[in-house]
């Protein structure tokens, strides 16, 4: 679709301040010189223009009359002599400047008559000078007619994009500021900071402008991230907040790559209005980097030495930041000629330097669609090849941080198709879990069986591990769909292969799937299968494990005499193979039937002494279930301040370690507990809090039966129009997660 979208100025008050300022002193008679500096896209133009569109005077309110010459410089015509200044006084020739030319004298004209043929001249010039006398002539003469034009009015002489001017223009430039002092006569310059190092005779002007007390360097600096939510918010676009700030963060406060990122989402169709003149697409938007900042970053780097661009290319596969000692690895040069490149980049407004120390120097590029914008010229062979060196040279570089850099490795070799991406994906998806960042892990291994099909298709075993990993993190995160259909490839791979303890191992997860939805007696059958599997092959700890699940599969049918027997048998065996780890959860496990039954304290025995192996195995995620059981036991004990302060060291020891599903889960069960006790006003803020840390994570059921417990509060409160809130609410996430017993009875609720 058509996108036009003009942006109103905006937020520039200092800098239109300055202007009027420097012109109030042009009209006394002083003479001003402003050069106004920044990056390509950031406004200059636009603030010029928003300038010289007002002739008002803001501190008086009087109107300043000025005459307005304008020259640009363009980067074609940057060998011909003193284009810009053609460019500026051709409008001499037109009738309504040509009478303020009126008494100038003929030898003034004359040099005139060599920018703009088209103004008339009755004397030519005379013979026998040198050249040198010819250029002085034209300097003079060029100077006569700005200070004879502002005699009537003050001028203003604008000049865009000098940072392409030719050297002549400069020097005629250096010339006028060094004579206006005392004159009606305003001068702008812009130019663009990154590109003034390419120009020797233009960083030479700067330096010398200094000197003089009539001229004033001013630099336009990004739109901050408030800037732009008040910009935005003057035009027709409804953009939401959320939307503004990763438009903010993608353009750098940059207004240009602002517009163009908007036009680009626009035309492709990503954004796009309805019928009621909204705009939808924010959600799943990758923000584009526009065309024609791509072609403006490009005109620059290739005015580079393939040296530098060829450091900015292995820069921008290695991503942002990147470490000296890591770039030095992966090139040719030696320290010096790679420290001596770096600096021309850096002088050149590509790269920043974020950090130096003795040990260690970082650098960045100055913006991220530079980076990306060389990426995106890179061949496809290119990139390939630049990422494997850069994974060779992180484990070359830092062979003590392997599990650190564990995913950086991966990124590279995944990005040049090299099959060890598969080993450092899982590594870092282990990585990962530690961390309890689930939903991050399991991407990880999808990313895994991806490259396991393209490149390991034969080696199913591998595939049956990877699969297996990534469907415990979908039964911890309660996304049983992805869960039922992972166990499904489980069993069919286990039948392919043909081997009996992979079947088996599939069998135990699919009794323990089929117990969470409620399905207990195919549940018992499945468990009971893969136990006679493991007896067959005489593998006592997979017979232990299928004891425990059975114990598991009769506690939640309250078949408690059952479940005792199970996770007895299961705890004698662990005992007998010295198993700690399967010791202690069936001891938490036998906690937990103690406490269905009624024998809070024999239950409190046991999560005591499965604590304390849990302890001895440094495992703090049992450590918190363990704890969290205990406060249970408590509170049927009647101990309810006791019962508490457990709460309060779990949920404490459960920040510590990160785990944000367990966190959820004690503020669901604060909640319920603050509700009984009638202290209903934190009952209500502590399943808020759930409900706010499921969110945060995406854990889906946490999300459901928090929003489940809210409606029942408000229902006990009378406040029915917010119970069905929360209740419709629900439902839609009851419907993600695939609980359909729990969305039945929502349902039943509302009618």
């Known amino acids: 679709s058509s996108f036009s979208l003009n942006l109103p100025f905006h937020n520039r008050h200092h800098e239109l301040a300055v202007l009027w300022d420097q012109l109030s002193r042009a009209v006394d008679g002083k003479g001003s010189v402003i050069f106004l500096a920044g990056e390509a896209g950031i406004g200059k133009t636009s603030l010029i223009s928003e300038f010289l569109r007002h002739h008002l005077d803001k501190v008086s309110g009087s109107f300043i009359p000025f005459n307005v010459l304008a020259g640009r410089c363009f980067p074609l015509e940057s060998s011909a002599p003193y284009t810009m200044w053609a460019d500026a006084l051709s409008p001499l020739a037109n ?9 100038l004298p003929d030898i003034w004209r004359q040099q005139i008559h060599r920018l703009v043929p088209d103004i008339k001249a009755s004397t030519t010039e005379p013979e026998g000078i040198s050249s040198e006398e010819n250029q002085l002539r034209l300097l003079q003469g060029v100077l006569k007619v700005l200070i004879h034009l502002s005699q009537a009015t003050p001028l203003v002489l604008y000049f865009d994009d000098i940072h392409w001017a030719d050297q002549p223009s400069l020097t005629l430039l250096h010339y006028v500021i060094r004579q206006m002092n005392g004159h009606s006569l305003m001068l702008i310059c812009s130019y663009r900071t990154e590109a003034v190092v390419d120009k020797p005779h233009l960083e030479q002007l700067l330096h010398q ?11 336009l600096e990004p739109l901050d991230r408030e800037a732009v939510y ?5 035009t027709e676009l409804n953009l939401p907040h959320s939307f503004i700030h990763r438009l903010h963060h993608h353009s750098e406060g940059n207004p240009f790559v602002l517009v163009e990122t908007l036009r680009a989402l626009f035309e492709a169709g ?11 697409g924010f959600e799943q938007v990758n923000l584009p980097l526009p065309q024609k900042v791509q072609e403006i970053i490009w005109s620059r780097v290739i005015t580079l030495e393939e040296n530098n661009r060829q450091v900015l290319a292995t820069a921008s596969v290695i991503g942002c930041p990147f470490e000296f000692h890591l770039l030095r690895e992966i090139c040719d040069w030696t320290e010096n000629e790679l420290v001596q490149i770096l600096g021309q980049l850096i002088n050149r407004g590509f790269l920043a330097e974020i950090s130096s120390s003795s040990s260690k120097m970082i650098l960045d590029f100055s913006h991220e669609f530079i980076r ?7 061949s496809a062979m290119q990139r390939q090849i630049i990422h494997r060196r850069v994974a060779s040279a992180l484990l070359a570089t830092n062979s003590a941080e392997i599990e650190r850099l564990a995913e950086d490795v991966a990124y590279h070799y995944e990005k040049a198709g090299d099959v060890q991406a598969i080993k450092y994906l899982i590594q870092s998806a282990e990585n990962a879990e530690k961390l309890f960042a689930y939903v991050h892990a399991t991407d990880l291994y999808m990313r895994a069986l991806a490259l396991h099909h393209q490149y390991l298709p034969d080696d199913l075993v591998a595939e049956f591990k990877l699969i297996l990993a990534r469907e415990a993190l979908l039964d911890r995160q309660g996304q049983r769909g992805r869960q039922a259909k992972d166990i499904a490839t489980l069993l069919a791979l286990a039948e392919k292969i043909g081997d009996n303890s992979l079947k088996s191992i599939a069998l135990v997860r699919k009794a323990g799937y089929l117990a969470y939805t409620g399905q207990f007696e195919q549940a018992r059958q499945i468990c009971e299968m893969a136990l006679d599997l493991y007896r067959a092959a005489q593998n006592l700890s997979g017979v232990a494990q299928a004891l425990r699940e059975l114990g598991f599969i009769h506690w939640k049918q309250n078949d408690f005499g059952a479940a005792l027997e199970y996770n ?14 399967g010791e202690a959860s069936a001891l938490h496990n036998l906690a937990e039937i103690h406490r269905g039954l009624g024998s809070a304290r024999q239950a409190l025995a046991m999560y005591e002494s499965a604590l304390n192996l849990y302890w001895a195995q440094c495992d703090q995620r049992a450590q918190v279930l363990t704890l969290y059981g205990m406060a249970h036991a408590l509170y049927q004990l009647g101990q309810h301040q006791a019962a508490l302060e457990a709460y ?8 510590n370690i990160g785990d944000r599903l367990m966190e959820s889960r004690i503020y669901h069960t604060l909640a319920n507990i603050h ?17 706010k840390v499921s969110e945060e994570t995406g854990y889906g059921p946490g999300i459901a039966h928090g929003l489940l417990a809210l409606s029942y509060f408000y229902a006990q409160r009378d406040d029915i129009e917010a119970c069905r809130k929360q209740l419709h609410e629900a439902m839609t996430w009851l419907q993600l997660i695939e609980d359909h017993q729990s969305l039945a009875s929502t349902r039943s609720q509302l009618l």
């Open 230 to 234: 008040q910009l935005l918010a003057q």
């Open 648 to 655: 309060q060291w779990s949920l404490d020891l459960t920040k």
């Open 372 to 378: 990306q914008s060389i990426y995106k010229k890179l």
């Open 209 to 219: 402008i200094t000197q003089y007390s009539h001229a004033y360097e001013l630099e």
């Open 95 to 103: 009738p309504e400047w040509s009478v303020l030319l009126e008494g």
């Open 270 to 280: 990503i954004l796009h209005h309805t019928s009621q003149k909204q705009i939808v």
């Open 568 to 581: 007895r048998s299961a705890l004698d065996l662990h005992r007998r193979l010295g198993d700690i780890a």
């Open 675 to 691: 509700w009984a006790s009638r202290d209903h006003q934190q009952a209500i803020e502590s399943i808020q809090q759930a409900i």
